[in-house]
């Protein structure tokens, strides 16, 4: 176990917003502080040895350099805001980007660090009362629900004898969706399948407008009323309406888990695509039919989640 395990760590509030406290910065010489420490102490042998008084003003003066350096080091991290806005949901074998912006205040901060343990940190130079975001890139996130893991912000300013660093805990984890698998007739997308008089949901004959809902297709959303000033509405039609398609774990095809889980993500983005009304029935329960961003993310989810206490 290794001893950043018992560092302290701030913790993000439920926005994601952080404030580095004097208590919580740890700080060490770098290789090149070791170093000069050593020329430090072999001057002062020196200085002891042949008794020269200038040598001696040399070598309590850079160390008085390098005692302040500890302070502006320590000083240029203490305070820092940041906010971790957290990843958007990315699918298995693309890279999540993790997005942090830092608040600046009345004083410049250059030279600071961001980074995820074990990973390349990200440079930024944070100007006084200005606003910066730095995206950190994860490779290789399998399905499911992933914590972010802890932040190290740092800093070598201003000399680089010194790395001050704290660690920061956020609290928005990452969602990672099935690969997208191959595409596969789904049950109840034949062309010409019907249900019965339409409620609004077909394509053929125009039956009137309606105020724009969340989560409307934007093909049906008519622009043209749009442009005279009549507010959003949707187009509703009165043909014959498309049965909404169940996406079943059972029809779906691949010997494993993550074989049904993939066939049924690709299923889902095609229905989407295609402007249907799905739902999506699975062994821990179902999704009642629907179509949309949000019904899209909802769906997507729980094929992510199967199987996990998330779920």
Same mark, same amino acid.
């Given at each position: ?9 701030? +913790? ?42 200038? %040598? ?37 074998? +693309? ?33 006084? =009362? ?23 912000? %740092? ?33 109840? =997308? ?93 062994? +821990?329960?179902?999704? %009642?039919?629907? %179509? ?20």
């Amino acid at each position: 176990m290794s001893l950043s395990s018992f560092a302290r760590v701030e +913790q993000s509030a439920g926005d994601g917003r952080v404030e580095v406290g004097a208590r919580r910065i740890y700080i060490l010489p770098t290789r090149y502080g070791v170093i000069y420490a050593v020329l430090l102490f072999l001057m002062l042998l020196g200085a002891v040895n042949y008794g020269n008084n200038p %040598s001696h003003l040399l070598t309590f003066l850079l160390g008085a350099l390098g005692s302040n350096a500890i302070y502006l080091t320590w000083r240029n991290l203490r305070g820092t805001r940041m906010r971790c806005l957290g990843s958007a949901p990315v699918f298995a074998g +693309q890279p999540a980007v993790f997005v942090v912006e830092f608040q600046g205040d009345e004083r410049e901060r250059p030279g600071l660090q961001i980074g995820l343990d074990d990973c390349e940190p990200v440079l930024l130079d944070l100007e006084a =009362t200005q606003t910066e975001r730095r995206e950190l890139r994860i490779d290789g996130l399998p399905r499911g629900l992933h914590p972010t893991g802890r932040l190290v912000l %740092s800093t070598q300013y201003p000399v680089g004898l010194f790395r001050a660093w704290c660690y920061v805990e956020c609290a928005q984890p990452m969602l990672v969706y099935p690969r997208p698998g191959e595409r596969w007739n789904v049950p109840g =997308t034949e062309a010409g399948t019907r249900d019965g008089e339409g409620d609004g949901g077909g394509t053929e004959d125009f039956a009137g407008l309606r105020r724009y809902l969340p989560g409307d297709q934007p093909s049906r959303i008519d622009w043209k009323s749009y442009a005279r000033d009549r507010g959003l509405n949707t187009r509703l039609f009165s043909s014959h309406a498309l049965a909404p398609v169940w996406l079943d774990w059972e029809d779906a095809p691949g010997a494993g888990v993550e074989a049904k889980l993939s066939a049924l993500c690709r299923a889902v983005l095609d229905a989407e695509r295609a402007g249907r009304e799905y739902g999506l029935r699975l062994p +821990q329960g179902l999704v %009642s039919p629907g %179509s949309g961003p949000a019904h899209r993310h909802q769906c997507l989810r729980q094929l992510a989640l199967h199987g996990s206490e998330h779920a």
